[in-house]
């Protein structure tokens, strides 16, 4: 006879079933975490899905443009691993305007995921920082930029620039004479370092993240970071107390389909303003944020209607207005925005000049119009004025860029 004993020590006894009593339920199998493929997989690479490839996109003509290694299908909670469409059309709008715009810039990406936003800027910028958060985000990340690095001290990069003017010719040289400097680091947009936090006041509708510390300096708390990380093991993504210096320099952030969860978008957000606030405060320096997005369309039951709730939310965020505000803008920046808007509809430079302290609009949300929760204005770049460069992907009718800076 076989007798069971629970762990109190006492006897465990089999209970008759009640009469009529219904049968036990079977034991429900665990859940598989539900997977997500990007779209430029499903339509131009089709491998299996959760698969892991390297895709080499390349120019109209076939060259060889930006190689990355990534994941065909994942968790939500790793979705840094694929590639989406936003940052193949941000790759677009960068390539477009070269060496002209970005010539020796130093530049952020927000969330990079396979860092390939990121990748093509450096053929042009001095220093491009590659942040996101997650161990295999972060060393996919670090693979491709390895990659990235290697294939350029190999060869020259094809394909810098439509810009055929002396001066992007010259600075395309230039970049090809030394190699660029792609960093990887760990950014938490929930959970901002304190060397970005010091100084600045709450920002975004929660202000629950608080001011930071008053004390210390962007070095020490650095070094608090350095610390924090390296005892998760992640000292390599680390923030180094050199990357102050050179974030005080900063010209520009990119960030490519970040918009899909208001928690983050805001958070997201808020670590842009922050990163500007920083360059700003330190150098005078005024840096864009150039944006490459989906906007993702579903059915909602509380509006029982057609909709994009993450983009109709992140557009509350800011204010939309038409245009640059004349003078803000790095001499090649300017003229390669003003090219855009000429090539769009001749005469449109001129006229979308806004004159300083313009008021633009807030998206409504509700039928009520909120005021914009950061300190930023901002304006829709027309596709028609940026060719596509890399494929294999197309279009989709839903895809939008956006360029933001700060207000005065």
Known sequence: MHVEIDTDGDLVLARRPARNSPPPLPQRPAREEELVLSEVHMESLQPAAGCSTATTFTDAGGQPVVAVQHSMATPLRSVGLQVWRGALLLADLLLHRGAAAFGGATALELGAGSGLAGLVLSRFASGVYLTDTGAEVLANCQANAD?????????????????????????AASEQASPPRVLVRQLDWLHPPDWLLEGSAALGRDSSSGSGSSGGGAQHSMQQELQRLGTAGMDRFAWQPEDA???????????????????????????????MRYARRHSGRSPRLLVGLERRICFTMTDQAVRAPAYDYWRTLF????GPVEGSLPAGSRAAVAAELEEAAPGAAAAAAPSPGRSGTVAQQGGSTQQAAF??????????????????????????????ELKA
């Not at 389909?257 to 958070?267: F, I, K, N, P, R």
């Not at 204010?319 to 038409?322: M, Y």
């Not at 829709?380 to 839903?398: K, M, N």
């Open 375 to 404: 300190p930023l204005v901002g304006w829709r770049i027309d596709l028609a004025s940026v060719p596509q460069a890399l494929h294999p992907f197309e279009r989709g009718e839903y895809l939008e860029l956006w360029e933001l």
């Open 319 to 322: 204010e939309a207005v038409d």
């Open 245 to 275: 210096a050179a974030l005080q320099q900063l010209d520009y952030l990119l960030a490519a389909d970040s918009v899909y969860d208001d928690v983050l978008t805001e958070a997201f957000m808020r670590s842009a303003v922050l990163l």
């Open 147 to 171: 990659r990235h690095l290697q294939q350029h001290r190999q060869h020259k990069p094809p394909g810098r620039s439509n810009t055929a003017d002396a001066v992007a010719a010259a600075a």
